[in-house]
């Protein structure tokens, strides 16, 4: 079974910077979309970013100049650079995929999540 593996993340303080990365954990036959989705205590999930296999990609405006979303099609692997962060972008961000498995059927996935808590 294909995971998303999600890194970085962690305390920073306002203000700060932040690096987060994805990657499958198996072989891929192809990727379409990838984005990053993020969830507050109390509040539902919601978008961040996303990037198409092409390169276009589409924000929150919440998160607009601050964020940048990429990807590096030859490593499957999709990044989400935080600058400017503020308390309320605290949040358990998650990493997720259109994808293709190398022995599977295109399907949707997600990462397990990884904590980003930024302090006032």
């Known amino acids: 079974q294909v995971q998303l593996v999600e890194s970085g993340g962690g305390l920073v303080q306002a203000g700060g910077s932040l690096g987060l990365s994805c990657a499958p954990s198996?072989?891929?036959?192809?990727?379409?979309?990838m984005g990053w989705y993020r969830q507050a205590p109390g509040k539902q999930r919601e978008l961040v970013a996303t990037?198409?296999?092409?390169?276009?990609?589409n924000y929150a405006d919440s998160v607009k100049g601050r964020f940048t979303i990429s990807r590096d099609n030859a490593k499957n692997t999709v990044y989400l650079q935080m600058n400017t962060l503020k308390p309320e972008d605290t949040a358990v961000y998650y990493c997720?995929?259109?994808?293709?498995?190398?022995?599977?059927?295109?399907?949707?996935?997600w990462g397990q999540g990884t904590q980003v808590t930024v302090s006032s």
């Open positions: 997720h995929a259109i994808l293709t498995p190398t022995w599977g059927s295109k399907g949707s996935y």
């Open positions: 198996l072989s891929i036959f192809s990727i379409n979309t």
């Open positions: 990037i198409t296999s092409g390169g276009s990609t």
